[in-house]
């Protein structure tokens, strides 16, 4: 008869099985790992090209805030601009107005040169 043999004995059956269950596992960890570095590699190159992307949007972004200072300093232009028109529509009116007086006067004028109408 067969002495059964102790469990930590590199010929018993329960030995083996926890070895093949050892394998098994040390397999999947470096299967697992090799796809960890995979998926870390795969975010690395996605993190570079989110920077790029952000630098280019942090160019954008400068660019539309000099475009809205140079608008907003065109504007204020316009204002300026716009202000000297109005002075300038006053202006000519008030000389339309001078002239017609100067035309009224320069018919009082002339009624009184030619002198009393005759009926």
Do not use: C
Request: hydrophobic share 30%; charged share 35%; net charge negative.
């Amino acid at each position: 008869m067969v002495a059964p043999q102790s469990p930590e004995s590199p010929e018993s059956r329960e030995f083996r099985q926890m070895r093949h269950d050892v394998d098994d596992v040390y397999g999947l960890l470096i299967s697992t790992s090799k796809r960890l570095d995979t998926v870390w590699g795969v975010q690395r190159r996605h993190g570079n090209r989110l920077e790029e992307i952000q630098q280019s949007l942090d160019l954008q972004t400068g660019r539309l805030d000099r475009m809205e200072d140079n608008q907003r300093h065109q504007g204020e232009g316009l204002v300026r601009v716009e202000g000297r028109l109005d002075r300038m529509e006053d202006n000519q009116r008030d000389q339309g107005d001078r002239l017609g007086r100067i035309e009224d006067t320069q018919q009082q004028i002339l009624a009184l040169l030619r002198g009393p109408a005759e009926s």
